[in-house]
């Protein structure tokens, strides 16, 4: 049946399985695989809107299809589509060319379908898109489009001009036009989303797993909510930095969903499976008594997770904390120092020091909390090849907080700012005042450095003024060593398992490793097989479903 739109998610090359790449660790602190196969959030919400408002909507994740399966042919399924508007993100910029590529393919086999790209990165790049990819003929605009594609598809349904349509980039005969970018909500409750709707329509379409989030998903999944949309903080090369909203999607203050719309999302997942569930934003941004108020409707609710996650942007106190294990589940810190140099985590934007690090990490141990994790960053400015060396003794210094036997709760990770500094953050729009050396300023040229680079150090698209590209590499694989020795040292990971990872790290200058070079996929998160976390009696379609995929009936 011919769709109304169907949602695709591209991979970050949309020819990566012809050749042969170093990927390296570019994606190894995420789920995905470093072809980039999870699609954002905003996938999901669009669905669950455009879907209550009576259209034909699929999602497909083309690049979690192409990881699962070797016998998938892009060709023939874009020769397949059956839909009047097929929308792919261009989120994150390291999809430029899979997004790019896939939508071209599209309207040279499918003229007559309408290519849409919306997301983060299309929005700052939509006019070099409009006026250098002519195959490309509407862009959403902005952080939230749901309403925005929700008129699209009804003036094109009745033969309407688009040009009352605010937040959208397109084409009419040979010109270029783009309307007004009014359409920035401070209230973001309507567009939660609603899995009860989701798990009914997508799990009855003719491909009932194109919906994955990312390929893994079946194996090790993880569900999100996303708390607000904005940031209050300026990190340097981060793309979703309060800077950057205000310059590129005009939001100057946050906006929120309210609590009993969290409350309902988060429902709708355990109603259904039992899954990790991932806390998107610091609870903190939300203002301390509406982050209470939800803490307590949790708790009233007596929602059952297989682990609750939340990020920190700062150190939280000590009572918050205290409220937050209360939670009767499982509950899981993250936190990102970025470095463990107090210099360069506040040149970044991070505006703490180690001993209010350690504070955290030693109460949220003596409260209670299962797990708290800190992730560290390699490429940041005012970083040195040389920091690495202190590296070690910060972590065990970290080790140090706590009793022996309750360091099995203290993770770390550590990643390349890779592979790229998101474009309309502070270091992308500004390189020079903040010591960065940006190598791509359009997003052609970033494409041409997916499309051309063989190996992930080729593919950063910045170096520093104290560290090129090999040094940012050498960081990163002396600092996942240092981690994987410890860990297995304190017994997070088994010795068998620390010996694969070493392992990785060592050929990781000459093999073609295409999954996590220096973690193990479980150590991000606790993880059971998607079909063991299942509510059996309300999700009898769900589990036809997985078993139709995996091949079982």
């Not at 599209?106 to 983060?120: A, C, H, N, S």
């Not at 500004?430 to 051309?452: D, M, Q, S």
């Not at 973690?519 to 991000?524: F, S, V």
């Amino acid at each position: 049946m011919r769709t109304d739109i169907t949602l695709l998610h591209p991979p970050s090359y949309l020819y990566f399985r012809e050749e042969k790449r170093k990927f390296g660790p570019i994606s190894d602190v995420i789920p995905s695989t470093p072809i980039f196969d999870m699609y954002p959030y905003g996938f999901f919400s669009l669905a669950t809107y455009l879907n209550k408002k009576g259209y034909r909507v699929d999602l497909y994740n083309v690049a979690a299809r192409m990881v699962l399966d070797e016998s998938f042919d892009v060709n023939r399924f874009v020769e397949k589509l059956d839909a009047d508007v097929v929308g792919i993100d261009l989120h994150w910029l390291v999809h430029a060319h899979g997004a790019l590529e896939l939508a071209r393919k599209i309207k040279q086999e499918r003229p007559d379908i309408t290519i849409m790209l919306g997301g983060l990165s299309s929005t700052i790049f939509h006019r070099e898109i409009m006026e250098k990819f002519p195959w490309v003929d509407i862009i959403a605009l902005g952080d939230t489009t749901e309403p925005v594609i929700d008129m699209l598809l009804d003036h094109r349904s009745r033969g309407k001009s688009l040009e009352s349509i605010p937040n959208i980039a397109y084409r009419e005969g040979k010109n270029i036009k783009v309307n007004s970018f009014s359409y920035v909500p401070k209230d973001i409750s309507d567009y939660s989303i609603d899995y009860h709707k989701i798990f009914s329509s997508l799990f009855h379409a003719s491909e009932p797993f194109g919906w994955i989030p990312f390929a893994n998903f079946i194996e090790h999944p993880i569900g999100a909510i996303l708390l607000y949309k904005g940031c209050r903080y300026s990190c340097l090369a981060c793309g979703g930095s309060s800077y950057t909203y205000r310059k590129y999607f005009g939001r100057r203050e946050l906006a929120f969903k309210s609590n009993d719309a969290i409350l309902k999302e988060l429902s709708s997942i355990v109603d259904h499976i039992k899954i990790p569930v991932f806390l998107v934003g610091d609870i903190q941004l939300l203002g301390r008594e509406r982050a209470e108020d939800l803490i307590r409707k949790i708790k009233s609710e007596g929602l059952q997770f297989y682990g609750l996650f939340m990020e920190f942007y700062t150190p939280p106190p000590l009572d918050l904390i205290e409220k937050l294990t209360s939670l009767d589940t499982e509950v899981y810190f993250q936190i990102s120092p970025e470095s463990h140099i107090e210099e360069v985590r506040r040149f970044y934007g991070r505006l703490y020091g180690n001993d209010r690090l350690k504070d955290f990490v030693k109460g949220s141990i003596k409260l209670g909390a299962k797990r708290v994790d800190l992730y560290f960053m390699v490429g940041l400015a005012k970083q040195k090849l040389e920091h690495m060396e202190t590296f070690s003794n910060f972590i065990r210094d970290i080790y140090r907080e706590v009793p022996e036997n309750e360091r099995k709760r203290i993770d770390f990770f550590i990643s390349p700012l890779a592979p790229f500094v998101d474009p309309g953050s502070l270091a992308f729009d500004f390189p020079e005042k903040f010591g960065y050396r940006i190598r791509a300023r359009t997003l052609a040229e970033h494409v041409e450095l997916i499309k051309n680079s063989l190996d992930w150090r080729e593919m950063l698209n910045y170096e520093t003024e104290f560290m090129s590209r090999e040094n940012i590499a050498q960081a990163t694989y002396i600092g996942a060593k240092a981690l994987t020795i410890m860990k297995k040292e304190q017994g997070i990971l088994e010795e068998d398992e620390a010996e694969k990872i070493l392992l990785r790290l060592n050929q990781s200058y000459s093999e073609d490793i295409r999954g996590k070079e220096t973690t193990d996929l479980r150590d991000l998160y606790p993880s059971e097989p998607l079909y063991n976390l299942i509510d059996e009696k309300r999700s009898e379609v769900l589990i036809m479903a997985i078993k139709k995929s995996l091949g079982l009936e």
